[in-house]
């Protein structure tokens, strides 16, 4: 897909935008000034003609006070998304961490995943024992 082709997911996400600041009284010039662009531009956003930049919706998300994953809720993939994903996934299975930032990522991603503070706080000694 060419970089500049705007996806269902960009016309989802400016979508979100007019939903949230019509729910919040914001005017597209206050919404602007949140990440300094023009209320044409985010008209613009908002009627799928340009996407947003990541930056852009994790500012918007702090000035508007939501969680990021808001402009993502009842987002549905289409079929064509889905085997796309699926053959990238597929692709990252045979991955392995080669360097020590690829090992950091690993170890915060598997942090992530551990659902008790106990789980977390026998990691954390046992790295602890390690590093004596």
């Given at each position: ?6 996806t ?14 019509a729910?919040?009284?914001?005017s ?17 956003f908002?009627?799928g003609?340009q996407r ?14 939501v ?11 289409d079929d064509?998304?889905?085997k796309?994903?699926?053959a990238?996934?597929?692709n ?19 942090w992530?995943s ?6 977390k ?8 024992s390690y590093?004596?």
């Open positions: 897909m060419p970089r500049n082709t705007l269902r997911l960009d016309t989802h996400i400016g979508e979100r935008l007019r939903v949230l600041r729910k919040q009284g914001f597209m010039e206050a919404v602007g000034e949140i990440i300094e662009v023009s209320p044409q531009q985010i008209s613009r908002e009627h003609q947003l930049s990541a930056s852009q919706i994790y500012q918007l998300s702090r000035g508007l006070g969680p990021v994953s808001w402009f993502f809720i009842e987002y549905k993939e064509n998304e889905l796309r994903i699926e990238i996934n597929k990252l299975e045979d991955w392995s961490a080669q360097t020590d930032e690829d090992l950091e990522i690993a170890l915060i991603t598997a992530r551990l659902s008790t503070k106990k789980q706080q026998s990691v954390l000694n046992l790295i602890e590093s004596q």
